[in-house]
Every structure is written in C-alpha cells, then in structure tokens.
C-alpha cells in the first residue's frame, strides 16, 4: 500500500503467469509452448526488418497483418484486430464487449486470467461450474446474463466443445456479446471464426503463440464482426496507438502464410500427444480428452502438488494449480520427444519409488 | 453504435496518432522519428535472437532490461517499470497513481494522449494553460489537484524546464504523484531521474522510440519509487503478463548500452535542430525554443494548416493541430541534412509563390 496508489489498485489481484525459470537443462512443460521452433520464414522476414526501419514506427493499423489474417480465414480486414498477444486483445474485448449490466458467465475452471479482468474493468461475473466429466455444458448458460466468455479447447481441461455446440449457444444469446477464446483450437478442436458471418455476436480470439511456435513475439488477434472490432480499436485507440511492432507485424504475416510448415508442426504435436496421454495412462493416470497441446491429467494415488514438486527436482516443470476441484491435477505441455520421455521415465520413477511411502495415498 | 458495446466505449474520444503514409520518396517529419538508424548492436542483438527460442515466452518481468536501465540510470531495478512503449507504461500511470479523488493537473498545450486516458479511465482532470511564451510556469500548478503530469521537455512545443523547477513542483505537491513524461529529455534537457531518490511522489517515463531510433521496437519504461513501480506491475499483472516480446527486451538491453552510437546520433539531431531553427527564422518563422528532436514554428503571414497541406503536396509531412492556441504552428521534425535542406527548400519557394496570394494574410 502506498498513498500514491490509485483506489484501483487495492480491489487488483493480478494474474501470476506460469513461471519461466532460468534453469540449465530443463524440460519445460508448464506455460504450453510449442516444441518446434517457428516457421523459419517468420524468422527470415524478423531478420529482414531488423534494419534502419526500425527507427520508424509501425503501421498503428497492423494492415498488411490484419490481410494476411483475413485473407486466411476467409474474412475481411474490417473483422480483424490484433494485439499484443492475445492477452491484451483479451483485456480490450472485456473492457469493450464482456462489461454489462448483468453478469459474465465463464467456468469455474477455466483461464484463471478472465477474474482477473473482471476486477481491474469492475465486471460483474458469474461462475458456471464444467459438468462431473469437467466438461462446458451449454444448458448451464441458460441464465440471465450480460456476456459470456469460453475458452475452446478448455484450459486447463484441454476438452473441446464441437461448433455446432457454439453455434446453439449463439443461437440462445443472439442479444449479448460472445467471446470464444481460441487459443489452442489449432491442435484439433473446430474453430467458431465460419459462424462469424452469421452471428454479430461473436468475437473469437487466437494467438501466435500456441500453434505457431511465436509465444516470444507477442501477437494475438480477434475475429468478428466489424461493429465489434470497431468497438476494440476505440479502446486501442485510447490506450496505445502502436500495440504491435514492426518486428512482430512481419514475424507473424509471414508465419500465417506459411501453410507446410503450420501443417507438419501441427501434425507432430498432435501425435506427441496421443504418446504422452498414451504413456500417462499406462502409469494409471486419468487423462481428459485434450484438443490441445496440453494433457490435464490426475492418478488416483498421487497427490498433484507433491508430484509437481517431485518433478520439479529432476528439472521436470509442469503447471500444477492449487485450486478447487483441479488441485489433483497436473497440466502437462505437449513438448518434445525426447522431453515426453523423459517426463514418463520421471513418473514412473516417482510412482515405483512412491509406493507405500506417504506420498501415495 | 452497437448494441454489443460496453457503456465505456460511448464515453471515449480515441486519440489520433501522426499518419504514417504509404508514400514513394516521403520526407517524413510528422512523428519525431530518428533521422539515423537505431545502434547496429541493438539490431545485431535482435537479429540473434530471432532464432528458434522465440517459441518461448519472454521473461515477463524483463529482469535484464530492467537491470540493465537501472545500470544506466543509477538507481535499482526495483525501481524501473518496462512497456510496450511509453503509451502503454503511461496509460498504466493513468489507472494506477493519476487516478485520484481531486483531478489531474496538465497543461492546455501538451501531448494529446493525456486527456485520452482520461476518458478510458473516467479520470477528472483540470487544464491548466501555458503562460503567454507557450512555456509552463509551476506557480500556476499552485492548486488544489490529485495528481499532476507534465511533459518534459513539452510536446508539441519543445520547450524545457530545468530540473530545479521540476524539484519545486515536486516539493511543493509532495502528497500527490506527479509523473514527468521525458520522451524528448536526451535531446537537450535535464532529467528528473536524479530526483527519484529524494521524491517518492514522483515518475519519470522514458521511450526508446525517440533517441533510441526505436520506434518501430515499442519499448518505453518508467523510474521511481519501488512503491509506484508495484502499483504499474500491479496494473500490468492484471492486463497482460508479457508486455515485451523477446526481440524488444534484447534489442533494448543492447541499445541502452551502446552508449557511443548514442551520444553521436544525440549531436546530430541537436546540430541539425539549429540548422532547422535557423533556417526557419530566416524565413521569418517565430520558433520556440526546443530541447527536443522537433521544432515548433509559426509564420506570422502564414496559415499553418495551408502550409502543411502546400507541403505535402511536395511529399514533405510535417504535423498540424487544429487545436485552439496552436493552430498557426507547424511541428517539424528534426530530419537528416538532406530532409532539412529539402523542407527549407520548399518552405522558400512556397512563401515566395504565396506572396500576395489568398494564403498570405
């Protein structure tokens, strides 16, 4: 506390990211980025515009970027904004679309991010709890409410919703703002972005820093109708004229474009999937179907946040939140090969050597 | 209008940034960009780090960019707050410490942002005038206020306080925050920095945009007590945990130490100020005084709008305000020789032509 605080700042309870530790030869699987390194002609077209035009400042209106993104998911510039990752496109649609006079209705487990956004924009929310098989179910929003905001794929859940299922929520709250955050929907999961057309309700949200490996680099962008990007510009507009650098406009139309190298990293992602969530039960894990590049996953016998710690020794990171209702699960980033056996040789160590010691139970 | 809009969205008056023009041969002096090329380390650093770690988030809190501003400006790194850009750490001001019961104090003619954040975060402000040299005169901040922000040197005008006179506001409001907005400070005026020590009430916002040659990097920061830090990371950590991508915190940390390529590219854009100054009050423009990278300048025969637009049609751009006090003025840029020489050019030849004509007065 200080008395030159603002009255905001005491009502704040900041988000705390996955941590980023400074640790040699770690095998990090606890923030979800990609095992891949990006599409090398992103990183050839950062080299290029790391020249004398940096002097100069970015397009304000991200233009070339905002066409390349429209032109790849067959919409028009005019339903594109993009930000500084999708945390901050995030922050602009709660303070421009998800704040309403009746509440916010989003999951009780969820991206632990959005109660966070309700306190700095004073939004009043509602929790709606995931059903026993931790799932989204759509006759739960069947609720007076202002907005509602869903993460597709779920995280930490990693569970899908199929668009048909969107679209019949659409459907029941033509008359509120919708945000589908998109982060992870690339790893398998059907995107909302073809109901746009049909629905002035819909905002959806991807990132760059899931699917193409650029996490680094900090883009994430919305698609919607034009009256709702219109909506996050003015907010844009009062808050930072420049949100994206040129670096980073270039890093990520380049990135769009490239297809084969999109295409093949996804591929390797989603089948180290099937082997980590394969290996995961046969040390008698419990793992949620995951459309991500994460696998939420509990044992029976074995305590989340003492498994965390234990992997942690042995330079494994995992995100493990302590959290009702999910305080027995790990969430595991889909990482690498050799880091997928890695993280199941660990476990399997640490349940052996578990058996009958205190940390079973 | 859309009925989608939160109620914020109605109260804003989003803030127009100077146009970047999409033009062949363009002599760009409209937004106080860098006549040189940012260090060659910086884009050396960048250019390595474009590389396969960019699939990694960036170290949210930029512990090595902090340590190493603070290196720079003596003080610790608790001390010093990184953004993307100064808008970004100055609208993180706004919300965290210039929000106060009493209203904000800032002068009439000053950066055109500043009444923006005001709107996004429903902030009550006072205007208070700059005296009739356009200067600002701390006698007349002698008022009841909340809070106080002014630019340092001014923008649009240039004009600087020396450090004493800032030392005088601050002792004399020392129970409300006063943040000096230092974008321009390294082209001819006195820091506040060394003040931080004595004045906890007090915050001091820097860019790299600006004698960084930076622009299209987006990095500004802010110094000041640890306890006005905490409330921006307070802010941040509730709007967006990863402000600055990998590439703005290596190419930062190598421009903020390449201090050779930093103080000849300072020479040049204070030589080429004079030049400038110079060459427009032998054309009989009054030109305030600038410790910045741009000069504000009036013709008393001429219209300053008519001007802009007879200059632009020759591709030379320099800024206008249609804004009451200052709407005789140009804001010019501080090119390279060549753009000064081609600007004076045509200023010469276009206040011969008009001689007589309807745009002499």
Redesign the interface.
């Known amino acids: 506390m200080?008395?030159?605080?603002?009255?905001?700042?005491q009502r704040?309870?900041?988000?705390?990211?996955?941590e980023?530790p400074r640790m040699a030869d770690l095998v990090?699987l606890n923030?979800n980025?990609?095992?891949?390194?990006?599409s090398p002609r992103?990183?050839e077209a950062?080299?290029a515009?790391?020249?004398?035009?940096?002097?100069?400042?970015?397009?304000?209106r991200a233009t070339a970027l905002r066409e390349a993104l429209a032109a790849y998911h067959g919409v028009l510039p005019d339903q594109v904004f993009v930000g500084?990752?999708s945390?901050?496109v995030l922050?602009h649609a709660f303070?421009?679309?998800?704040?309403?006079k009746e509440p916010l209705l989003f999951p009780d487990i969820t991206y632990s991010f959005y109660p966070?956004?309700c306190?700095?924009f004073d939004i009043t929310f509602q929790i709606v709890p995931l059903d026993a098989a931790m799932a989204v179910n759509i006759a739960d929003y069947r609720r007076r409410a202002g907005a509602i905001i869903l993460a597709n794929p779920n995280a930490p859940t990693g569970t899908a919703l199929p668009r048909a299922r969107i679209a019949e929520l659409l459907d029941e709250h033509a008359?509120?703002?919708v945000v589908i955050d998109e982060a992870y929907v690339d790893f398998g999961a059907e995107s909302a972005v073809p109901l746009v057309a049909s629905h002035?309700?819909l905002l959806v949200v991807h990132t760059l820093?899931k699917s193409r490996?650029?996490?680094?680099?900090?883009v994430g962008y919305a698609i919607g109708?034009a009256?709702?990007i219109?909506?996050l510009?003015?907010?844009k507009?009062?808050?930072?004229?420049?949100?994206?650098?040129?670096?980073?406009q270039a890093?990520a139309i380049a990135a769009i474009k490239d297809e084969a190298w999109f295409q093949q990293a996804r591929d390797y992602v989603i089948s180290g999937r099937e082997q980590l969530s394969n290996g995961l039960a046969q040390l008698g894990f419990e793992v949620l179907p995951s459309a991500a590049n994460f696998v939420f996953a509990r044992h029976p016998k074995h305590d989340g946040k003492v498994l965390a710690a234990r992997l942690r020794e042995r330079a494994i990171v995992v995100r493990h939140f302590d959290t009702p209702r999910i305080a027995d699960y790990l969430r595991i980033t889909v990482g690498s090969r050799v880091q997928i056996d890695k993280l199941l040789a660990a476990l399997k160590e640490l349940l052996g050597a578990a058996a009958g010691s205190p940390a079973a139970r």
Do not use: C, M
């Open positions: 200080s008395r030159f605080w603002s009255a905001l700042i704040l309870a900041p988000y705390t990211p996955g980023q990090k923030t980025e990609h095992p891949l390194g990006p992103a990183l950062i080299r515009d790391a020249a004398d035009s940096l002097r100069l400042y970015p397009d304000p500084n990752g945390d901050e922050a303070a421009a679309l998800l704040k309403q966070v956004y306190r700095l008359d509120i703002p002035p309700n820093s490996a650029l996490a680094g680099l900090r109708d009256a709702l219109e909506a510009n003015r907010v507009d009062s808050f930072n004229s420049y949100p994206l650098g040129r670096l980073a890093g």
